[in-house]
C-alpha cells in the first residue's frame, strides 16, 4: 500500500476563479509522491547496507553523470538546460581523478556558464560551505578550487543512492549500456 493510500488527503475546495489552487493541489501530490520515493530509497539502501560503493565507483558514476550532461549540451541547446552549481560539484568531484585541477575560471568553464555566473555561483556555493578556494595567498581567480570535506560527504551520499538505484537514472556504471 502506498503512502497516499495511507493518508486521508484533504479535501480543497475548488475555487476556479484562484488560479492558484491548481499549483496548491500539485505541491501537496509532489509532496506526497516524494515522501513515498524517499521511503522506497531508504528501503534500498537498508537492502544494500553491506554492498556500499568504493570511492573509485563513486567518481566513475560522477564522471558518467557529468560526460552526460556535457554531450547533452553537445547535442542540444545548451541554453536549454541550466544547474551550473550541480554542474560544478560533479566537475570538482570527478575531474580531479582525471588529473583536472581546476581553478574558478576553469570551473564555470566546465559547468558551461559564463565566467561571471560561474564565478556568482561559486559564491554561493562557498557561502554553503559546499566548496573552497585555496591557497589563500594568490589572488582569488589563480586560487584552485575544491570540494570542503562537506562537499565531499554530501555528493557522496547522494552518488551512493544513485549507485544502489534498480533504474539507472543517470547512467549506472554496471549497468545501462555504460
Not at 488560479?19 to 509532496?31: H, S, T, V
Amino acid at each position: 500500500m502506498s503512502r497516499q493510500d495511507q493518508h486521508v488527503i484533504p479535501v480543497i475546495d475548488r475555487d476556479e476563479s484562484d488560479p492558484n489552487a491548481d499549483d496548491i493541489r500539485l505541491q501537496i501530490d509532489l509532496r506526497l509522491t516524494l515522501d513515498e520515493v524517499s521511503s522506497v530509497e531508504a528501503e534500498i539502501l537498508r537492502q544494500h547496507n553491506d554492498d556500499q560503493p568504493t570511492r573509485g565507483q563513486l567518481c566513475q558514476l560522477a564522471c558518467k553523470i557529468y560526460d552526460a550532461r556535457r554531450t547533452r549540451d553537445r547535442i542540444l541547446s545548451d541554453r536549454l538546460f541550466g544547474e551550473p552549481a550541480w554542474d560544478m560539484l560533479l566537475a570538482l568531484y570527478c575531474l580531479p581523478s582525471r588529473g583536472e585541477m581546476l581553478r574558478p575560471t576553469a570551473l564555470s568553464h566546465a559547468a558551461a556558464v559564463a565566467e561571471t555566473t560561474g564565478i556568482r555561483w561559486q559564491q554561493i556555493l562557498m557561502e554553503k560551505n559546499l566548496i573552497e578556494r585555496g591557497p589563500s595567498q594568490l589572488a582569488s581567480r589563480r586560487q584552485f578550487v575544491r570540494l570542503t570535506q562537506k562537499g565531499r560527504s554530501l555528493m557522496e551520499n547522494y552518488l551512493t543512492r544513485l549507485f544502489h538505484c534498480k533504474t539507472p537514472i543517470p547512467p549506472h556504471p554496471d549497468r545501462a549500456g555504460g
